[in-house]
Structures are given as C-alpha cells and as structure tokens.
C-alpha cells in the first residue's frame, strides 16, 4: 500500500487527532480533534508535514502519488458538501492554510476562497442571491493569491482598493457595492498580469496546487526564518502542513462575520472569555488590524444563539486541552464554525496566572502548572512597572495588549527601529498596525503602539508572544509614518521623542515615565512555592555588592555562588592603592599598599555577609591580569606617578611590561597568587576578619574561598596552605572559630581532567563556563562573538552560542568527568556552576543531569533559574518534554 499523504477531517470523523501535531501540525491536528469531538468544522484534509520535509529534501519535488489522494480527498469533500469544486452553478470552495509544528501566529498565510474564477464566481452570485458578497470574495482571493502564493507586493491591491474607496467616497470596505467590486477585480486582474506576465488562473485545480506549493515554500520565506530564529524554533519544526478546508463566508451580510478569541484573557490572565468579533469579514482582517473591532458582548446581544453556542464550544475545549485556548470562528448567515484552536499564546503573568488558577479549579496539578511556565519568560515579571502614583502626561490610552512598561524614542517604521537599535537606542515601535514584514523591528523595540487594532490583532498576538510591551487599537493617536510623526490631540511626537506605554493599562505617555520594582507575590509567590517543593538543585546568585546580594535574597536565592573581588578595587578611593601595589618594586612595596586596601575589602565582605546572613557566601580571589588596573592614558599616568611618588618614565616601564600578548591566557587568577602570596593572604586575611566580626554579632555566616584558574592541584595546594594559614591566626586573635571552606574554580580544561587530584585539596569545584569554554573552544567570546560567532551558527558548525547555553558535547563532557573524578577521590566535593550559564534554562537542565549541587546566576536569574531547576527534575520524571 502506498504512504499516506493525506489526513481527512469532516463529519464528525477525521483520520487524524491532536497527538499527530508533529505530522498534522498544529492547525491540522486541532481540526481533526475538534471534528471528533463533534464541533462544527467545515470539513477538509491535511496534506502532512512530512511531505513538506520531502519537498525541501528533494529539490522542491512531491512523491508521485500525492496529487491522487488530494483528488481523492476533494471527492470525499464533495460528497459531504453535495457541491462540486470548480462548479459553475454552485462551486465548492476552499481555503489553503499553512500550519508547523509550533504554532506561528501572525504569519498570514492562507488563501481563502480558491476555486473561484470569472464562471463560478457568477454561479456563487447567483445561488447566494449575493453579487456583492460573489465579487467581494472573489477579489480578495486574488489579492491573496497574488500576495501568498506569487509574492506580488500587497499595497498594489491596497492602494487599489483605497483608490476606489476614495472614489466613491465611503470609508469602510463594506460600504463598497458589488459593482464597485466588480470593477476592481478587473483592476485586481490588470495588477496580477502586469506584476507576473500572465493572467489570473482560471483553473480551480491549478489554483489549489499553487497555493499548495506556496504554502510548502513560505517555510523558507524570509519573515518565517525571522520568526523561527527570533523564537528558537528548528527548521524541522517549522515544516508545516498544508491544510485544505471547505469554505465558509463571513462576509455574506451583517448576520455574518468572523472573530478571533481566548477562553481567556491572554495579557492579565483573567479567566473571562475574551474575544475580537467584525461582522460581514472574512479570514484575516481581525488579525490585519486595519479595522477595529468590536467586543464579542456586542455578538451576544445581535445574536444570542451563536454567542451561547460560542461560549459552550470555547469552554469544552478549554475543559479538553485543559489550557487556555486560542480560537478562531466564522458566522456564516447566523451558523457557527470553528476553524482553529491551539494552545493560547500569553503573556508571563498570564502565563502564571492561568497556570495557578487551573491548580484552583482542579483542572491541573501542581507539577503541570509549574511545567506549563516557561523560564525563560518570567524574567518579564520582574521588570520595573510604570509608578501608578508618578505624574505623568498620559496623551492616550489604548488596549494593554502585552506586559509590563516600556520607555524608548519613538520610530515609525520597522527598518529605523532595526537600526536605531543596533546603535543601542531604546525605541518604540509607532505604527497604524504591524505586519508579519515589521517582526524583526518589533523585535528590536522595547514596545510597540499602534493606531489600530484588537487584543488579537497581529502587533498584539506578536507582542505579547515576544514579551514586548504592547498597546494597540490607540485610537487617540494619528500616525503619519511617511511625515515620521505622530499626534495625539494638541500633542505632536516626532521620531525621536520619548514616549513611555504602559502594557498593564494601556497608557501611552509623553517623556520617560518613573518606573517602580515588583514584587514576587500574589500568583508567582505561589507558583514559585511549588516550584521550590519540585526542584533539588540549589540556585544561589553572582553579585559583589550588598544590594544585589538582598535583591537576590528576595528573589530566593539561596548564598553566594560567586563574589568578585577585584570590582571592588575599581572604585574611587581604592584603585590608587590597588595601583600602588601594583607598581611597587618588592614585597615591602606591596604589603604597605595591601594593608591600605585590607580594611575596605574586609567592610565590603561584612556587608555582604550581613545581607546574606546564615546563608554561604563563595568570595573568589583576585582573578584579572594587573594590567587591566592601570591608566592607559599619558595623563592618567602622570597623574599617578604624582599621586604615589614615583619617577614617571619608571611607571611607564613598570606598565610596559606588564603588557601581555594574550591576557586571558596570561598572568591571572591563580597565577598571581603564587607570585605574590601576600595578595592572597591579605585577602584571606579580609575575609575572616569579617566573617569574625559578624560572626561576634551573633550573626551566622558561611564564608567559602574560592581560587580561580587552577589547572593543577599544585597550585591549589600552595593557595590553600596560605587561606588555611591566615584563617587560624585570625580566629586565634579573635578567639571565635568560624567554619569556612576553600575550594577552586574548574574552568581549565586541565583541571577538569585532573579533577581528582585537584578534589584533594578542594571542598568545592564551581565551574566557570564562560572561561572553560573559552578554553575548550580555543576562542575568545568577545572575538567570536563580534566576528564569525553568527556565521558559525548561520552555517550549522554551531548549534547555537556555546556561550549562552552549554556546549553539551564538548564543554559538558569536561564538566562530567570532573564531577565523576572530584568525588572519587573526595566524596563530599560541593559541586556547582558559577558562569553566566547557571541562568540559562538549557544549561540549568544538563547542570542537573550532571549532577550538581546548585546554579548560581546573576540576581534577576534567580527565578528563572529555580524554576528551570524544577523543569530538570520534572523532565527527568518524564513529566515534562
Ligand atoms: P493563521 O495560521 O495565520 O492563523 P489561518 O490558516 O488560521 O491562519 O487562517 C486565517 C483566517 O482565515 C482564519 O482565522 C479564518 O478567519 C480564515 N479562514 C481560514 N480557513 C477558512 C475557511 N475554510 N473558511 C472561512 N474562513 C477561513
Ligand atoms: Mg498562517
Ligand atoms: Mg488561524
């Protein structure tokens, strides 16, 4: 028997259901799973997402007996419908709509109406009643057709259809009459033959094949590859389906139309239905965004039945997938279809919010609702919030579409906010709607406001999806992009001006707004309790300072996993004696200067201990070159040479050779310390003294020193007699003994193959990514990354960023066998990560599978990193993909 190619739905049967999202996509599998559940849906088949794959393998080609069972499947539409395809009395109709894997919204890329030509569309006139509707159908298709499938640029038929509009001076689309359509649809014909060479295809079969193929193609469409790489999503996942749907109209009159809803509020996460609704439409216009539309509460006086049956549909599906979902419908003459659902793209808060109350309601439990939250994304919820209490200039309000507060110049097209923020520019995207060409500009923008525009209209299903402050359908405002202004009342905003919005109301306001921090209460306090039940791995925080070390405590982190040292010697009054050291001819030299910096190193370390009370704090010894401490200016020489009394032309010198051919390879980290020792005891010395005097306060600390850049034992054994040393003489003189550790960094490829010699003289190993995959990689982050990092990835030699989420193979293979190695030979080695890693989600997860104590990330990754922890153990458990 030959493969299938070709999934039916229609009937209240389908060959396909939900699970099959991989081979249906998305879109198909739905449909097939609403058909089986007996909701209305047009019936139609699903042409798979394998034959797409196959369509790129083999040189854009299908397998022979593809066309056969599309034929065959059309016969089967047929016979459910009584109406033939390409039927001059009464012709049968379809849509051709794309549909991944992983859902895509925004993408626009169906094509409705196929099968109408210059016959059929006189023969769907008649047998309606309609010649308005006929013709109205009948043009957009060419529009769309000549848009999607021939990539004719769609402001021609736009400009058209204005023209025409402007003729006959009405506003509105449906104000046109049927002869009006009529002549635009000639117009429509003349711009497709022009623009392509040939005339509109009559044929209905052939239409339905080029849309067919212009669906398989639009997966290597420019603006898709943008999507998948804005959004990670693999090429494989990307392969989209083709799905081929009987036709419905809602444009055939005012008891007609077409909406797009969320069971429920997809920015707030509110459970209320929450719905788009434009009579006599079709298809995309709710999403284009050209016209507003009206609530779905205006549908259900109109139209109390197929509200009722709307709002019975929309909560089986929510009570089936047991999430909330993203519905799109048609009312064709007072009867209601369901054309697609899919799990509703929401905001971070929405996110935690629905997950928290589905627990409520006992729709899901716990371990699902943690599961159902991405890590990545709450990042968002911990990001200012305009001040309510500040004055401000609010000159419009809008829907709040998308999260949180935006601040940033305003631009008006998407090229200049591409470009102005890669000048590193803060802007705001102004638009009277967005399109799926604006996606990299959105991107790049802190928000975006537009003129027009629902809840579900393009710039607002992006937005939010992106986690971009959003406010749309701000009909205060009149964008004149051309004229790169907007006005608001007697307010003008030209490109370039502040302008502040604000997701969570909608406020669009002039200037910079003050900002407030938020809170981890409410719904995400009790999400992130039940992640902390979840997950094992522990997550501490990176930070020197006693204000990140409290802003990381409130957010949950559990100790210091790295505490720099040498950040603390940039500051006003310490560089010069830090400098002092530096320069100094001997070892007597060197003590004076350190026994000035001792007494600021040792206040820095009890404040942090103080805000870290009971809590373990890792300080690493001094790590980078010297020479990154010194003037490189002839002024700021001299200035020193007088500051510190020495001969100029000697401080130059002195400043010459410490001069390295390749720093980050050079004289560092635990290099200096066995150069000069008594760096690192006055550090030593720092450390206790302040664990000592908090510890006399009665307040519990747990200092931990850690020596950067060992790559053998040797050297930790020399670093450590010295730590070991000084911390007896301190608690001798004090007279209290406080419990310490010293440990070492593993970010040598060395050291992780010698992890066992090195683990006799360590209690902890912290990996240091970002150096061990410098080192492994031989390549410097700042050089690839500003040079062929991207090309690497663009080729597939990479995978992706090594620095941004651990190189599994080969950095993590190290990681493994230094894990393995540093507990055999000691079983009670503490094992953690301390580079920027240990907030990425992805590296959280192999961190737990390798068997580590703890991540520790920079402060606003802590709960990113917690919750990551919990979906490692989650999917360990199988319980989460
Ligand atoms: P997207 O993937 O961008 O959501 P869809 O394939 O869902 O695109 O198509 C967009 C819109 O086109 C739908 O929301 C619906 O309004 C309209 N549409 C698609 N198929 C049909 C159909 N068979 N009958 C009527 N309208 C349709
Ligand atoms: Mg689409
Ligand atoms: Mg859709």
Same mark, same amino acid.
């Not at 003037?631 to 200035?639: I, L, Q, V």
């Not at 982050?781 to 690497?792: N, P, S, T, V």
């Not at 990425?840 to 068997?851: E, H, I, L, M």
């Given at each position: 028997?030959?493969?299938?190619?070709?999934?039916?739905?229609?009937?209240?049967?389908?060959?396909?259901?939900?699970?099959?999202?991989?081979?249906?996509?998305?879109?198909?599998?739905?449909?097939?799973?609403?058909?089986?559940?007996?909701?209305?849906?047009? #019936?139609?088949?699903?042409?798979?997402?394998?034959?797409?794959?196959?369509?790129?393998?083999?040189?854009?080609?299908?397998?022979?007996?593809?066309?056969?069972?599309?034929?065959?499947?059309?016969?089967?539409?047929?016979?459910?419908?009584?109406?033939?395809?390409?039927?001059?009395?009464?012709?049968?109709?379809?849509?051709?709509?794309?549909?991944?894997?992983?859902?895509?919204?925004?993408?626009?890329?169906?094509?409705?109406?196929?099968?109408?030509?210059?016959?059929?569309?006189?023969?769907?006139?008649?047998?309606?009643?309609?010649?308005?509707?006929?013709?109205?159908?009948?043009?957009?298709?060419?529009?769309?057709?000549?848009?999607?499938?021939?990539?004719?640029?769609?402001?021609?038929?736009?400009?058209?259809?204005?023209?025409?509009?402007?003729?006959?001076?009405?506003?509105?689309?449906?104000?046109?009459?049927?002869?009006?359509?009529?002549?635009?649809?000639?117009?429509?014909?003349?711009?497709?033959?022009?623009?392509?060479?040939?005339? %509109?295809?009559?044929?209905?079969?052939?239409?339905?094949?080029?849309?067919?193929?212009?669906?398989?193609?639009?997966?290597?469409?420019?603006?898709?590859?943008?999507?998948?790489?804005?959004?990670?999503?693999?090429?494989? +996942?990307?392969?989209?389906?083709?799905?081929?749907?009987?036709?419905?109209?809602?444009?055939?009159?005012?008891?007609?139309?077409?909406?797009?809803?969320?069971?429920?509020? #997809?920015?707030?996460?509110?459970?209320? %239905?929450?719905?788009?609704?434009?009579?006599?439409?079709?298809?995309?216009?709710?999403?284009?965004?050209?016209?507003?539309?009206?609530?779905?509460?205006?549908?259900?006086?109109?139209?109390?039945?197929?509200?009722?049956?709307?709002?019975?549909?929309?909560?089986?599906?929510?009570?089936?997938?047991?999430?909330?979902?993203?519905?799109?419908?048609?009312?064709?003459?007072?009867?209601?279809?369901?054309?697609?659902?899919?799990?509703?793209?929401?905001?971070?808060?929405?996110?935690?919010?629905?997950?928290?109350?589905?627990?409520?309601?006992?729709?899901?439990?716990?371990?699902?609702?943690?599961?159902?939250?991405?890590?990545?994304?709450?990042? +968002?919820?911990?990001?200012?919030?305009?001040?309510?209490?500040?004055?401000?200039?609010?000159?419009? !309000?809008?829907?709040?579409?998308?999260?949180?507060?935006?601040?940033?110049?305003?631009?008006?097209?998407?090229?200049?906010?591409?470009?102005?923020?890669?000048?590193?520019?803060?802007?705001?995207?102004?638009?009277?709607?967005?399109?799926?060409?604006?996606?990299?500009?959105?991107?790049?923008? +802190?928000?975006?406001?537009?003129?027009?525009?629902?809840?579900?209209?393009?710039?607002?299903?992006?937005?939010?999806?992106?986690?971009?402050?959003?406010?749309?359908?701000?009909?205060?405002?009149?964008?004149?992009?051309?004229?790169?202004?907007?006005?608001?009342?007697?307010?003008?905003?030209?490109?370039?001006?502040?302008?502040?919005?604000?997701?969570?109301?909608?406020?669009?306001?002039?200037?910079?707004?003050?900002?407030?921090e938020?809170?981890?209460?409410?719904?995400?306090?009790?999400?992130?309790?039940?992640?902390?039940?979840?997950?094992?791995l522990g997550v501490k925080t990176n930070t020197d300072t006693p204000a990140g070390a409290r802003r990381a405590r409130a957010f949950g982190a559990e100790g210091i996993g790295l505490c720099r040292t040498e950040h603390m010697f940039f500051e006003e009054d310490r560089i010069t004696s830090m400098r002092e050291m530096i320069v100094a001819?001997d070892e007597e030299g060197r003590r004076k200067a350190l026994e000035k910096l001792l007494p600021m190193q040792r206040k820095d370390f009890i404040e942090i201990f103080e805000a870290m009370e009971s809590l373990p704090v890792i300080i690493r010894t001094l790590d980078p070159p010297l020479h990154e401490f010194l003037?490189?200016?002839?002024?700021?020489?001299?200035?020193l040479?007088?500051e510190i009394?020495?001969?100029?032309?000697?401080?130059?010198?002195?400043?010459?050779?410490?001069?390295?051919?390749?720093?980050?390879?050079?004289h560092r980290g635990c290099r200096l310390g066995v150069s000069y020792p008594e760096i690192t005891e006055m550090q030593a010395r720092a450390i206790m003294e302040a664990a000592v005097d908090v510890a006399k306060r009665g307040i519990k600390v747990i200092p931990e020193v850690m020596i950067p850049l060992v790559g053998?034992a040797r050297e930790l054994e020399l670093q450590r007699a010295i730590v070991d040393r000084v911390a007896k003489e301190v608690m001798e003189e004090a007279g209290l003994e406080v419990e310490y550790m010293v440990g070492t960094m593993i970010e040598?490829?060395?050291a992780?193959?010698?992890?066992?010699?090195i683990a006799e003289h360590a209690q902890f190993f912290s990996f240091g990514t970002n150096d061990?995959?410098?080192?492994?990689?031989?390549?410097?982050?700042?050089?690839?990354?500003?040079? %062929?990092?991207?090309?690497?990835?663009?080729?597939?030699?990479?995978?992706?960023?090594?620095?941004?989420?651990?190189?599994?193979?080969?950095?993590?293979?190290?990681?493994?066998?230094?894990?393995?190695?540093g507990?055999?030979?000691n079983?009670e080695l503490e094992v953690g990560i301390c580079g920027e890693?240990g907030g990425?989600? !992805?590296?959280?997860? %192999?961190?737990?599978?390798?068997?580590l104590d703890y991540v520790s990330c920079s402060p606003f990754r802590v709960p990113?990193a917690r919750?990551?922890?919990?979906?490692?153990?989650?999917?360990?458990?199988?319980?989460?993909?």
């Open positions: 028997m030959s493969e299938k190619h070709v999934y039916f739905f229609g009937a209240g049967k389908a060959d396909g259901k939900a699970e099959m999202k991989r081979l249906l996509g998305g879109k198909g599998a739905n449909l097939a799973e609403m058909t089986n559940l007996g909701i209305p849906v047009p #019936p139609g088949f699903t042409i798979t997402t394998d034959v797409c794959r196959n369509y790129y393998n083999n040189n854009k080609t299908y397998p022979e007996d593809l066309d056969g069972q599309i034929r065959e499947n059309i016969a089967k539409v047929e016979e459910i419908m009584g109406m033939k395809f390409g039927d001059r009395e009464d012709p049968l109709l379809f849509s051709v709509r794309s549909g991944a894997a992983m859902s895509m919204p925004g993408m626009m890329e169906t094509i409705l109406n196929v099968g109408l030509n210059d016959e059929t569309v006189e023969g769907m006139a008649k047998k309606a009643g309609n010649r308005r509707f006929a013709y109205d159908s009948y043009r957009r298709l060419i529009q769309m057709f000549s848009d999607v499938a021939m990539g004719v640029d769609i402001e021609f038929f736009e400009d058209a259809l204005a023209e025409k509009k402007k003729e006959k001076g009405v506003e509105l689309d449906t104000e046109l009459d049927a002869d009006d359509l009529k002549e635009l649809i000639a117009t429509y014909k003349e711009i497709y033959k022009r623009e392509i060479g040939e005339e %509109f295809p009559q044929d209905p079969m052939k239409q339905l094949l080029t849309a067919r193929d212009a669906v398989f193609g639009s997966r290597d469409a420019e603006r898709a590859i943008i999507y998948r790489r804005i959004n990670g999503i693999s090429d494989d +996942q990307g392969s989209t389906a083709v799905n081929v749907q009987t036709m419905v109209f809602g444009n055939m009159g005012d008891d007609s139309g077409t909406g797009v809803a969320f069971t429920r509020n #997809p920015a707030t996460g509110e459970n209320k %239905f929450f719905a788009d609704y434009l009579f006599n439409a079709q298809g995309e216009d709710v999403v284009a965004g050209i016209r507003t539309p009206i609530h779905v509460e205006e549908l259900g006086k109109q139209m109390p039945d197929v509200y009722n049956q709307l709002r019975e549909i929309e909560q089986s599906l929510e009570d089936h997938y047991k999430d909330m979902q993203d519905i799109e419908f048609t009312v064709q003459q007072g009867k209601l279809w369901m054309l697609q659902t899919r799990r509703g793209k929401r905001t971070a808060m929405a996110d935690v919010r629905i997950a928290v109350e589905m627990v409520k309601e006992g729709v899901i439990d716990k371990e699902t609702a943690v599961s159902r939250v991405p890590a990545e994304k709450i990042e +968002q919820l911990l990001f200012p919030m305009i001040d309510s209490k500040a004055d401000v200039k609010i000159i419009g !309000k809008g829907l709040p579409a998308g999260p949180g507060a935006a601040v940033g110049k305003a631009v008006f097209t998407a090229e200049r906010a591409e470009e102005m923020a890669k000048e590193g520019e803060k802007v705001i995207l102004v638009r009277n709607f967005t399109s799926p060409e604006d996606v990299g500009g959105m991107h790049a923008s +802190q928000g975006i406001l537009t003129a027009t525009g629902g809840m579900t209209s393009h710039a607002a299903i992006v937005g939010r999806d992106m986690g971009k402050c959003c406010v749309v359908g701000c009909g205060d405002i009149a964008v004149d992009a051309v004229g790169k202004k907007f006005t608001a009342g007697d307010v003008v905003v030209k490109e370039g001006d502040l302008i502040s919005l604000d997701g969570h109301v909608g406020n669009v306001m002039l200037g910079a707004a003050p900002m407030v938020p809170s981890m209460s409410g719904d995400f306090g009790t999400l992130i309790e039940w992640v902390d039940e979840i997950r094992t001819d003037p490189h200016t002839e002024e700021d020489m001299a200035e040479a007088k009394g020495v001969d100029l032309a000697k401080l130059k010198s002195k400043i010459d050779s410490l001069h390295e051919a390749n720093p980050m390879l050079g053998q040598l490829p060395r992780a193959l010698t992890a066992d010699e061990l995959t410098q080192t492994t990689f031989g390549m410097s982050r700042d050089d690839a990354e500003g040079k %062929f990092l991207q090309e690497y990835v663009e080729s597939g030699i990479l995978e992706g960023n090594p620095f941004m989420s651990i190189d599994e193979k080969g950095v993590g293979v190290l990681i493994e066998i230094a894990v393995e190695k507990r055999k030979t079983p890693h990425d989600p !992805k590296s959280v997860d %192999f961190c737990y599978r390798a068997g990113v919750l990551a922890a919990a979906h490692a153990k989650l999917r360990s458990e199988g319980k989460m993909e």
